[in-house]
């Protein structure tokens, strides 16, 4: 395997001094970082079998539904999704269906059953390819673990955020394929992620080498406070490297404080994973332009 996708990069920010980044934001702007990742193998399974059609699951604001939309505009396929809760329109759904994906919105008590959904609307659609909410499989594990593959060099740390952990769960399997002594510091955006530990797990088997970090999710999933939003515009600001309030910067957030509390040997290689996902700044806007007022 010698495509590397994505660049490294090196930054300076407060603590961090300095960091390198691996730059999968970089990889495209809509089929985003750890999505592409995701979707790669996904998308070769869905070919071999001659479907043409992706049928996939998100909310509204989710960076798996653009990334797919535009996915599987440039490879010429039939794109839907269900998404959840009810109508709306924003940024990230125009986007969307500027890409040709058909947006199905469903009550949540109902976007639940992803099977039967799926069976109701396209059993008899023999093209229509099932893609679970995210991406989440054993293909996008496989996507995910090339990242490892593209670093030449061991890091002591690799960083990154989580939803589901699939990512996490690529990069822990990646980190033992090559049999790197690399620890994987993982940040969940969510509150209350514990479970994340038993979905790698399922994918790699063990979670030897792997560190959760449950304490940086500002209040849960896509919530955040002021000193969250402050941190992510200095910090952009300072770097140059955009990141969204989401996922990358509870990351960054988490990796600068954990090295001012002395929780990372002080002359650690540390790598962080830039997961991309950048639109979600959108779903944010008028929060963030307050910041400016
Ligand atoms: C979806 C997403 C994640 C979370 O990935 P999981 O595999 O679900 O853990 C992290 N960062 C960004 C930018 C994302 O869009």
Not at 49 to 58: A, C, N, S
Not at 139 to 162: H, M, S, T, W
Not at 208 to 227: I, N, S, W
């Amino acid at each position: 395997m010698d495509t590397t996708y994505s660049p490294i990069q090196p930054i300076s920010y407060q603590s961090l001094n300095p960091i390198d980044v691996k730059r999968d934001d970089l990889i495209d702007p809509y089929i985003s970082g750890n999505k592409w990742r995701k979707l790669k193998y996904v998308l070769a399974k869905a070919n071999s079998l001659g479907r043409t059609h992706l049928v996939t699951f998100g909310g509204a604001y989710s960076n798996h539904l653009l990334a797919t939309a535009a996915a599987s505009a440039r490879a010429g396929l039939k794109v839907t999704a269900f998404v959840r809760g009810e109508a709306v329109e924003n940024e990230m759904l125009l986007l969307c269906r500027l890409f040709g994906m058909q947006l199905i919105f469903v009550d949540r008590s109902i976007y639940r059953h992803k099977t039967d959904l799926f069976n109701l609307h396209f059993e008899k659609d023999s093209a229509a390819f099932f893609i679970d909410e995210g991406g989440a499989s054993a293909e996008a594990v496989k996507g995910c673990a090339e990242i490892i593959d593209e670093l030449g060099q061991e890091y002591d740390y690799i960083f990154c955020a989580a939803g589901t952990g699939t990512t996490a769960a690529g990069l822990l399997s990646g980190i033992n394929r090559l049999q790197l002594k690399t620890e994987l510091h993982v940040i969940p955006v969510l509150n209350g992620a514990d479970f994340i530990e038993r979905e790698i797990a399922k994918y790699v088997g063990h979670t030897a080498g792997l560190q959760l970090h449950l304490d940086y999710h500002f209040g849960g999933y896509a919530k955040t406070t002021p000193v969250l939003l402050n941190f992510m515009s200095n910090f952009i600001a300072q770097t140059g490297v955009l990141i969204d309030p989401v996922y990358t910067a509870k990351m960054f957030f988490a990796i600068n404080d954990l090295k001012l509390k002395g929780k990372l040997k002080d002359d650690a290689k540390i790598l962080a994973i830039h997961t991309g996902g950048l639109m979600g700044i959108l779903g944010m806007k008028e929060k963030l332009g307050k910041l400016f007022l």
